[in-house]
């Protein structure tokens, strides 16, 4: 079984920086791309940034040139970078890692329980 816990979020006025950490833990699951999603109220999870294993990323165009995703293999450790936040940015992170089951060699998808980041105008 594999879990993912999100840490860093917290509340930042506009403008700042902070930084979410994804950690995996567990065996038996072979980790491909990982990636951050949000949340807001009342509407549907989008996707932020995905990372691959050997670190192509992609972004959403709302947080190109002010986000950094990045991920540390050794350490099974994903991270956001946000700088210049924007009370836009407001919202439940979520960490998501795809890959397959070492044994059965099955797709499987995790999620993590989410971290809270609330941007002050």
């Known amino acids: 079984q594999v879990r993912l816990v999100e840490s860093g979020g917290g509340l930042v006025q506009a403008g700042g920086s902070l930084r979410l950490s994804c950690a995996a833990s567990?065996?038996?699951?072979?980790?491909?791309?990982m990636g951050w999603y949000r949340q807001t109220p009342g509407k549907q999870r989008e996707l932020v940034a995905t990372i691959t294993t050997g670190g192509s990323t992609n972004y959403a165009d709302s947080v190109k040139g002010r986000f950094t995703c990045s991920r540390d293999n050794t350490k099974n450790t994903m991270y956001l970078q946000m700088n210049s936040l924007k009370p836009e940015d407001t919202g439940v992170y979520y960490c998501n890692a795809r890959g397959v089951a070492v044994m059965t060699a099955r797709f499987l998808e995790v999620w993590g329980q989410g971290t809270l980041l609330t941007v002050s105008s």
């Open positions: 567990g065996s038996g699951f072979s980790i491909a791309d």
